[in-house]
């Protein structure tokens, strides 16, 4: 089986950071790469960026032409460089950080569902919610897992834009939901039979997106069987390459009879020096007390 090469861009599925912190996004698979530059361009000439930016080179060239001081230049140059950077930082983290001050709200979360959906968009819909949730996750796991390399490499993008639509429809059912909850809170008779008209038709769509999470969640098991496949055998590879670097067992038996070798040679050297020398028994030669007695006696 040939691998393919399942380098490519960043997910569909981004952490970003927003004022009541970290959540999962899931961008609209209809947006293109070039409406996102667009966007990009937008947030890196914003006021907030550009007016201190002209300030800044005002201040220079006012500086250089008046001759008033070197500082004023350097200021001048500081407040340019630093809304270059603050430019560059909203570029970088245009689709991650929407931590934005209420006088420049951002334009990608302006509207629920323009470009991304995020979990907690999804969070006043009860079990939904939980639905909602895991298809957003499902997506970035597969995404990003190694397995993808494996499998149709249409297939990320096929549950990419199936999740996204099953996300638009429901976001649809707000209104039916508010509306199933307000007929049940009528203690009207009148209204029973559109209660429960309500409830159903949201019951409808329910379980759908449950099915679209069984089915998304059947092609994560594969790819999880899969991928510990490929783990098992990137194991066994480098189980193989690591013992195939070890010494083979000859070697380490030669070495081993080279080391037996040189006490007994150095014994032999020592016990003549000894005995040239007259410097008596070694420790082990002398003989313990008990056994001196028994020959003793006997």
């Given at each position: ?55 800044g080179i005002i201040v220079t060239l006012v500086g250089l032409m008046t001759g008033i001081g ?195 040679n150095v014994f032999a050297y020592v016990t003549a020096a000894r005995d040239v020398l007259g410097a008596g028994a070694f420790p082990w030669e002398q003989r313990l007390p008990d ?8």
């Open positions: 089986m040939a691998r393919r090469n399942a380098s490519g861009p960043a997910g569909p599925v981004r952490t970003a950071s927003f004022p009541d912190g970290l959540d999962s996004l899931l961008l609209n698979p209809a947006v293109s790469d070039a409406e996102l530059r667009r966007e990009r361009v937008r947030a890196a000439l914003s006021p907030v960026t550009v007016l201190p930016c002209l300030g070197v500082v004023v230049v350097c200021a001048g140059v500081l407040v340019v460089g630093m809304s270059v950077v603050a430019g560059l930082d909203h570029i970088a983290n245009l689709l991650t950080d929407h931590r934005h001050d209420a006088g420049s709200p951002c334009r990608l979360d302006r509207v629920r569902g323009e470009f991304f959906f995020r979990s907690r968009d999804f969070s006043e819909l009860g079990e939904a919610h939980h639905a909602a949730r895991i298809l957003i996750d499902s997506v970035g796991e597969l995404h990003r897992s190694p397995a993808r390399a494996w499998i149709d490499p249409t297939i990320p993008g096929k549950v990419h834009r199936l999740v996204w639509q099953a996300l638009c429809c429901l976001d649809r059912t707000r209104a039916a939901r508010s509306l199933a909850v307000e007929l049940a809170a009528d203690p009207g008779s009148a209204v029973g039979d559109l209660a429960v008209a309500a409830r159903e038709s949201v019951g409808v769509i329910d379980g759908a997106l449950s099915e679209v999470v069984r089915h998304v969640n059947a092609c994560l098991v594969l790819v999880r069987e899969w991928e510990a496949k490929l783990r098992r055998a990137e194991l066994a590879d480098l189980t193989d390459h690591t013992l195939a670097a070890l010494p083979v067992d000859t070697d380490v038996r030669r070495l081993s009879e080279f080391a037996e070798a040189l006490p007994q056994s001196a007695g028994e020959e003793g006696s006997s």
